[in-house]
Each structure stands twice: as C-alpha cells, then as structure tokens.
C-alpha cells in the first residue's frame, strides 16, 4: 500500500468516478447542460416528489439566493415547474415536468450503475465502513469552512 495521503486518494477517486459515469452521461444531452448541483437539486425533486425551495435550501445546505438561480436554470430548462403549495400559501411546490422526470430516471440509472462498478468486489460492511467515514470527513470539512467564514 502507498504513503497515506487521503486528499490524494478522494481526488483520484472523484476523478475515476467523472470518468467512469461520462459515456453514460455523453449520451444524455440534457445532463451535460447542467452543474452538478443542478442535477443534485434535480434528483432531490424527483425523489421527494414534490418539494418547497426552502426545504430544498436546507436539505442541501445552500441558500436560498442560490437554490432560486439552480431552480430558475431548471425551469427555464423546461425540467420542474412550481404549483400552489395547498399547506402554505405563502410557498410554492416544486415538482419535476415529464422531461424532468425522465431525465431525474436516467440520472438515477446512472447513479446505478457507477455504484456497481464502484463497490465491485466491496462487501456490505466495507461499503457502510466507507460511507460512515466520508460523512465524517464531511463534518469535518463543513466544520472547517464555518470555522473559517
């Protein structure tokens, strides 16, 4: 095994994985067009369903400014639309159109089958030990960049 260097082996490691998911994503033009963080919104859509900007905001920790540009891009995308929230009148649901969903199916399919090439050979422990691991070095990081700003 190699000196420990863990920043190193992450970027490696997001490096093979852009590689590996970028002739699935080659042949979903729609994909290519957007950030990551669009897709990431666009995932959070769809999985929810139906969705307030605000909650979106807080479940991927970005504010509200922000996520309003990221769904103002989808919209105008033609990917998710806005109808009345019947709980609050003061929000909007966000929901993903036909083209939206389509795409929110692929991108799934594609999470799919980078998680199967990236755990091959991986047992369940070994992937829960790695999962486990990365959200703590996630805390930490976040911790740092509140520390510093």
């Known amino acids: 095994m190699?000196?420990?260097?863990?920043?190193?082996?992450?970027?490696?490691?997001?490096?093979?994985?852009k590689k590996s998911a970028k002739p699935k994503v080659e042949d979903?033009?729609?994909v290519e067009c957007l950030s990551p963080?669009?897709?990431?919104?666009?995932?959070?859509?769809?999985?929810?369903n139906e969705i307030t900007a605000n909650q979106i905001s807080v479940d991927l920790m970005r504010d509200k400014a922000?996520?309003?540009?990221?769904?103002?891009?989808?919209t105008d995308e033609g990917?998710?639309?806005k109808k009345p929230n019947p709980n609050d009148k003061?929000?909007?649901?966000?929901?993903?159109?036909?083209?939206?969903?389509?795409?929110?199916?692929?991108?799934?399919?594609?999470?799919?089958?980078?998680?199967e090439q990236l755990s091959e050979g991986l047992t369940q422990e070994e992937l829960w030990e790695f999962q486990r691991l990365a959200?703590?070095?996630?805390?930490?990081?976040?911790?740092?960049?509140?520390?510093s700003g």
């Open 79 to 81: 990917l998710v639309t």
């Open 66 to 74: 922000q996520v309003t540009r990221l769904l103002n891009t989808l």
């Open 37 to 48: 963080m669009h897709v990431q919104v666009l995932k959070l859509i769809g999985a929810k």
């Open 90 to 115: 003061r929000s909007q649901l966000i929901i993903c159109t036909d083209t939206g969903w389509a795409l929110y199916q692929r991108v799934t399919e594609i999470d799919r089958y980078i998680l």
């Open 28 to 30: 979903t033009k729609k």
């Open 135 to 147: 959200e703590k070095m996630l805390v930490n990081l976040e911790f740092l960049s509140e520390k």
């Open 2 to 17: 190699s000196e420990l260097n863990p920043v190193e082996m992450i970027f490696k490691l997001v490096m093979a994985l």
